[in-house]
């Protein structure tokens, strides 16, 4: 029988609500089993679907390192997710390209955003987190904005961007929550925005790359 994309993407979410709900509720031994499977799943469904960039399973495959070393609680896995989510958005800021043509307004936005973020932050950062921290909001920012100013009417575009923008929301919940103040319900906001990110970027690229493929083949055929 033949697993088709939408019948791996329920799996994927049924995933994710279940780790979703253990997280909210504290269950720590179900989410060392279910939040290191998400990632995975992906990779699957890129797979199953003969994904042609490498470079996204990499993203992908940081990411995995980033949600195993983020289920414990001590500084230096804290770093260590960190450090992996760094190197995941550089394989996304390698894969979505640096463009010379860039949307400067929207391009702004990101930027702004992530400045004002940052000096929000600044003051509740413990001794030796101020480098780190601010070296992955710019990698999260130029991965925004590389997501932004890829060709607007390639397909995928609109997907690949809004996933882009939930992964920086997911983050922005996580760094308030840890340096700041606690907000209800943490869990649900950061996973539910993080996997649905995650799924829209290789849905997205998917999409972008069938749409590439059978554009060569009509150029072939004429």
Request: hydrophobic share 55%.
């Amino acid at each position: 029988m033949k697993i088709n994309f939408k019948s791996i993407s329920i799996a994927y979410f049924i995933l994710l609500v279940i780790e979703i709900w253990l997280s909210e509720n504290q269950i720590k031994l179900g989410i060392y089993f279910t939040k290191p499977l998400l990632m995975p799943f992906l990779m699957f469904l890129g797979m199953r679907h003969q994904l042609k960039n490498k470079i996204l399973y990499l993203a992908l495959f940081f990411s995995f390192l980033g949600d195993v070393f983020l289920m414990f609680d001590k500084e230096i896995f804290f770093l260590l997710g960190l450090s992996s989510f760094l190197l995941a958005q550089l394989s996304y800021i390698k894969l979505f390209g640096l463009h010379k043509n860039l949307k400067i307004i929207p391009s702004l936005i990101f930027a702004v955003y992530s400045v004002t973020y940052i000096s929000i932050l600044k003051p509740a950062l413990p001794n030796g987190m101020l480098i780190p921290v601010v070296l992955y909001c710019i990698s999260l920012t130029l991965m925004g904005i590389s997501a932004l100013n890829r060709n607007i009417l390639s397909k995928g575009y609109f997907a690949v961007l809004i996933g882009a923008i939930l992964f920086i929301i997911s983050d922005s919940i996580i760094a308030y929550t840890k340096f700041l103040n606690p907000i209800a319900f943490s869990s649900f906001w950061v996973m539910s925005t993080y996997g649905i990110a995650q799924w829209l970027i290789v849905k997205g690229w998917l999409d972008y790359e069938l749409d590439q493929e059978l554009k060569s083949t009509k150029m072939m055929i004429f």
